[in-house]
């Protein structure tokens, strides 16, 4: 079994990319028996097909391998890499573009939102991208990749891809490509901005107040939770009196993915309370399941020289992988290659 996923380095790391996906991703690695591997990457070259700051980027690449560490990734256990010092992922996507289909492209659903009506005006990048995701599983002969419900037409891109390449340029018996099957996490925690419970937690809300970061200490932590968005009444007993309730959901949502406890036993425990009392509770959670990434984070984060050398050794062990199946795409095109 070998799982491959990746994440844009956007850096700034929030509660709602911890606990929405890098947390299943250090339950994938811990669950991994002896024969199988994680390989997860920092997905840089994805960052540039739309408008970016170069310094930004370098910066977000080093911040995010440091956040993937302290959360749990282990470099000793995993393959942590990012996708610019493998060549291979570039050159997979261009022997790959003449088997993907322009029809195939046009399809993705996540092209017409992210071009949106100016799609002349959009980068070749943006629109091929699906070609460049389906070459990074597909290189490493990925079995499985997790996703999320707005990636799972993204790997049947990657699937049909590598579908008919074997079809065109391999033998049943000597596939080219592995297809991988998509992993399915458990049922992430959808967490909101703590300004408007209808919107997500995202770096890009301008206000600070919005989001808790992994790098927020602990005073930090409370004081958002505290001037968190909330309504006058108190918490009800049952999941139904939340309905309508966007910033009280999203409270006990929050709670409920750090102790483990459903919806329901939060409610059980603390339906009747005003925000006044169930704040300092979740504030206290939060504090104590940061607390050792926040340290991890702080220590690391501008340790230039480690994170350089986890990200040279994860892209060894992945070009080491990758380079047998880049190999049999450029033979089984028929490509000279020195």
Known sequence: MRVVSGIQPTGNLHLGNYL???R??????DAMDDGSECLFFLADLH???QPHDPAELRAGTLEMTAALVACGIDPERSILFNQAQIPAHGELQWLLAGTARMGWLN??????DKAGKNREGQSVALFSYPVLQAADVLLYQATHVPVGEDQKQHLELARDIAQKFNTDFA???APVFTLPDAIIP???ARIMSLRNGNAKMSKSDPSEMSRINLADDADTVMKK???AKTDPEPLPSEKAGLEGRAEALNLVTIYSALTGDNVEQVLRDHGGQGFGNFKP???EALVEHLRPINERFVALKDDREELDAILARGAAQARERGLPTLDAAYKALGLVRG
């Open 20 to 22: 929405g996906a890098i």
């Open 24 to 29: 299943n991703w250090v339950a994938m690695q």
């Open 47 to 49: 960052a540039i097909s």
């Open 107 to 112: 399809r993705m659903t996540q092209w017409k």
């Open 171 to 173: 033998s049943e018996e």
């Open 186 to 188: 458990p049922q992430a």
């Open 225 to 227: 939770v505290k001037k």
């Open 281 to 283: 509770v979740l504030g």
